[in-house]
């Protein structure tokens, strides 16, 4: 079973992006959903996750501009991304918080432009 993101593309530097996972009841339904990403060359990376009850945790890179919510009745994870910068360009991807390598979908890519 894959997670597949989406919402990606070329934004400039400021500007907003959001992201969506949609996963199985099986899986939204019982764990704590997480962004991860990955830059060229980088180890992969946690962006924020969110608990069952709605709890956030967010990297020290993204606080206060990236926004994680969750909508269960649409098993779906979302990554509000405003004040984007160059550096924030990776390929993000969704997963559980303990990320299970079956889990792992192709992303969804994310260019920031200087």
């Known amino acids: 079973v894959q997670l597949q993101a989406s919402g990606g593309g070329l934004v400039q530097t400021g500007g907003s992006l959001t992201l969506s996972c949609a996963a199985s009841?099986?899986?939204?339904?019982?764990?704590?959903m997480a962004w991860f990403r990955q830059a060229p060359g980088n180890q992969r990376e946690l962006v924020a996750f969110?608990?069952?009850?709605?709890?956030?945790k967010y990297s020290d890179y993204v606080k206060g501009r990236f926004t994680i919510s969750r909508d269960d009745d649409k098993n779906t994870v979302y990554l509000q991304m405003s004040s984007l910068k160059p550096e924030d360009t990776a390929r993000y991807h969704c997963?559980?918080?303990?990320?299970?390598?079956?889990?792992w979908g192709q992303g969804t890519e994310v260019t920031v432009s200087s």
């Open positions: 997963n559980i918080w303990r990320p299970r390598d079956d889990y």
């Open positions: 009841r099986s899986i939204f339904g019982r764990n704590i």
């Open positions: 969110i608990s069952r009850a709605g709890s956030t």
